[in-house]
């Protein structure tokens, strides 16, 4: 880790990005946060969006996430000198917004797909720990991407089996 004082300052957009314009600021568990601020948000868009068009829109708003994402958390990451800053919570974004493709606008089906990403995020199963090992935003967005596809299927599991309604 470098000193801060050596450090460049990232520029604006690349922060309000990685940290999702201020949340991965919030105290504590900044990762939790993120996660949170995607369900409501996506909730609220999702009612606003044909449901036929969700999926298209969710799968669209997820690669953008990505794109946007990786340079933005590699920035900050740099500029901190942090590996993995705490406060860049834009993987969180990606991944959450993976765990919710094609549920059901329900609170349990939301609260399901939080709770199930947030247990991936944490545990990191193989192979999500093995992408936090990729370089700079790449593996800070990637690893939560793989934690995001883990929830996904295990909510559509419970899904289609009828053990979540």
Known sequence: MTDPKDSIRPRLWATLVATFFG??????????WGSAATVLL?????????????????IALILVVIAIGIPAASEVSRATGNKDPQFVVIDEVAGQLIAL????????????GFVLFRVFDILKPPPVRQLEKLPAGTGIVLDDVAAGIYALAVL??????SLLK
């Open 156 to 161: 559509q599991f419970l899904l289609r089996s």
């Open 101 to 112: 493709i094609a549920v059901p606008m329900a609170w349990k089906t939301l609260l399901a």
């Open 23 to 32: 949340i991965g600021r919030l105290r504590p568990g900044p990762g939790t």
């Open 42 to 58: 996506w909730a609220a868009l999702a009612h606003v969006i044909p449901q036929a068009m969700r999926t298209p829109v969710q």
